[in-house]
């Protein structure tokens, strides 16, 4: 079983949205959860995190666009990304971490990613 299944992405035009899911095989509610993106040829980027208390974090390149949330009953992590740009084209991966001293510490395993490509 995988312990993570990401879903949502697809094909955007630029300005357009899309909501990714992540559903947890296992309760997620003491831990930290991310979601990290991998362009084509480049290292893997944290993009957003959210703290099992709530605290969330964005890298500078998705301020103000993008949106993490929770569901732990449901043992999901969704992330809302508005006004797409090109440069977002990347699969993305949810993360299960930790979080200590104002820092996500990302976890080991992945799952197979979602493809998001904004293209006009």
């Known amino acids: 079983q995988e312990r993570f299944v990401e879903s949502g992405g697809g094909l955007v035009h630029p300005g357009g949205s899309l909501k990714l899911s992540c559903v947890v095989s296992?309760?997620?509610?003491?831990?930290?959860m991310g979601w990290y993106r991998q362009a084509p040829g480049k290292e893997r980027e944290l993009v957003a995190y959210?703290?099992?208390?709530?605290?969330?974090d964005y890298a500078d390149s998705v301020k103000g666009r993008f949106t993490i949330s929770r569901d732990d009953a449901e043992k999901t992590v969704y992330l809302q990304m508005n006004s797409l740009k090109p440069e977002d084209t990347a699969v993305y991966y949810c993360n299960q971490g930790i979080y200590s001293r104002g820092t996500y510490h990302g976890g080991d395993y992945w799952g197979q990613g979602t493809p998001v490509t904004v293209s006009s």
């Open positions: 296992e309760s997620i509610s003491l831990y930290a």
């Open positions: 959210i703290s099992n208390g709530g605290r969330k």
